[in-house]
């Protein structure tokens, strides 16, 4: 770091979402319609394809393919991309955490909380903070949703559901990325 205190930068990088937002707050309604649109049918192409691969492959429960599917699609592939390799690591972590947790002490809701607290700072300390509450989503997912078996299977069969619809996300943007390239007037 710069040396500057902590709370400037946060201060500067919250300054420059304001104007982001402003900037997309002046665009016509024609064109957040048309971005809405695009990001609704990437969505559910994506949700769509990673809930019928999860069928496919009979995982236990598809839909944590198409929830994951719609949780990182963006855009745009490049930021549909580092979604996903947040979501990837924060479920890897959180994985990993609860599985240990779990094993600690099942059913027993302080252990989940501190299980949820040490996945969120191992994100942070890896500067990784942005997959901070992917981790700590993970871990409530493996602690607190019921199911049946040990708590590594439902962690891994999670990760492979998560990946699925990452998967599914990154192919459906970057095939609209590409069909974006071919249209009219477009330039990247």
């Known amino acids: 770091m710069n040396g500057r205190p902590i709370r400037e930068l946060r201060r500067e990088l919250g300054d420059i979402h304001q104007q982001l937002q402003d900037v997309y707050q002046r665009l016509p309604w024609s064109h957040r319609l048309i971005n809405g649109l695009s990001l609704a049918v990437q969505s559910i192409a994506a949700a769509s394809l990673g809930y019928g691969l999860g069928l496919l492959l009979h995982t236990q429960q598809a839909f944590w ?11 745009s592939y490049i930021d549909t991309r580092k979604s996903s390799i947040d979501q990837v690591l924060g479920a890897a972590i959180g994985a990993t955490i609860a599985i240990i947790g779990s094993y600690l002490a099942q059913d027993n809701y302080i252990v ?10 191992l994100c942070w ?21 019921p199911h049946n078996g040990p708590f590594w299977t ?13 998967a599914s996300a990154l192919l459906v943007t970057g095939m609209a990325h590409k069909l974006e390239k ?3 007037g477009e330039k990247s």
């Open 154 to 166: 439902i962690a891994l069969t999670r990760l492979g559901e998560v990946t699925i619809g990452i």
């Open 112 to 121: 989940y909380a501190i299980t949820m607290a040490i996945s969120i700072v």
């Open 182 to 184: 071919l249209l009219p």
């Open 65 to 75: 393919g198409a929830l994951t599917a719609i949780a990182v699609t963006q855009q």
């Open 125 to 145: 300390l890896f500067n990784i903070g942005s997959a901070g509450k992917l981790s700590a989503t993970t871990v409530t997912i493996v602690m607190l949703v």
